[in-house]
């Protein structure tokens, strides 16, 4: 089994991040994240032209799935060279922590622990410590593969209350903001005040940015997908907007229709509360829960 939030590295040492292993039709999703020549990692901008990136590798990285209905990044085993298990690379660092970041990685993670009790070996460690690329501005990426996710997230809430974690401010929010191409989307003022309420991503020791992301495995049957929609919305279920990938139930200002909003972006978990309204746009998918519009690509939750 491939994790949410693993990597995978080619026969080039190119790395891709995992993002779904949709073990039904044996097909891993993932992100570009690194290329490598000249003995050096390059990281891959989101917006990478795909006939550019595709020059770089052996083998075609943007296939059609049956299950997702679309062309999308799509890694096929036969094609993996090495995988990077989160949970090990983790249990490695709680284990023997080598530099500062994995310091505070570990301690991130056993604070959580401590709190509520929860099993070490269902944390795992992404982003560029699962690598070992980290430098001293990389953030600390934790994904929880366990069940108990009220639990974990009651944790975090009163990690937060007790200010052993603390929301993201300052030059750190001000960054976020700007890495996130929210300057032309959202107002500042409402981003600082959503980020404040946040409790999956924060500071830790002051300067160490970390995100927590409570993995929720989800197997829609995409039916049909339609084309993409605009839409004014009020939230009016948002008990799942901290997992991973966060879920939203609304209802349109428009039309009326209640629909489900998936995201997998960091950026928008936890950004919309119950009686929220918001600008939204996606693509719409057909499944067997219903319709589904699925802010990730080319699409955008706005608070209003």
């Known amino acids: 089994m491939f994790l949410e939030g693993g990597a995978i590295e080619d026969k080039n040492k190119n790395i891709f991040y995992i993002i779904f292993y949709n073990e039904k039709n044996d097909e891993i999703y993932v992100k570009p ?29 943007y296939n059609y799935s049956d299950y997702l209905k679309k062309y999308t990044y799509i890694f096929y085993i036969e094609n993996i060279n090495k995988y990077f298990n989160p949970i090990a690379r983790l249990l490695q660092i709680l284990e023997n922590p080598l530099n500062v970041h994995e310091k505070a990685a570990k301690e991130i993670v056993l604070n959580v622990v401590k709190e509520c009790g929860e099993k070490v070996q269902n944390f795992g460690i992404s982003g560029s410590l699962l690598l070992n690329l980290q430098n001293e501005k990389s953030d600390i990426d934790i994904f929880y593969y366990g069940n108990n996710y009220e639990q974990i997230y009651e944790a975090l809430s009163k990690l937060f209350k007790k200010r052993k974690f603390l929301p993201i401010r300052g030059n750190f929010l001000r960054n976020l903001y700007n890495e996130r191409g929210f300057r032309n989307v959202i107002n500042y003022e409402i981003f600082k005040k959503i980020e404040k309420l946040k409790r999956t991503e924060g500071i830790y020791a002051k300067k160490y940015l970390f995100s927590i992301k409570l993995v929720k495995r989800r197997y829609f049957e995409i039916t049909e997908r339609k084309d993409t929609i605009e839409d004014e919305v009020k939230t009016i279920n948002a008990k799942e907007a901290y997992l991973w990938p966060a879920r939203y139930i609304v209802k349109s200002l428009i039309n009326n229709e209640t629909y489900s909003i998936i995201t997998y972006r960091q950026r928008y978990t936890e950004i ?30 706005i608070p209003l």
């Open 33 to 61: 994240k690194y290329i490598y020549k000249n003995n050096k990692y390059y990281k891959i901008t989101e917006n990478k032209n795909l006939n550019l990136l595709q020059r770089y590798f052996n083998y075609n990285i």
């Open 272 to 301: 919309l509360k119950e009686g929220d309204i918001a600008k939204i746009k996606g693509e719409i998918e057909i499944t067997n829960e219903g319709k589904i519009v699925n802010v990730d690509e080319k699409g955008y939750i």
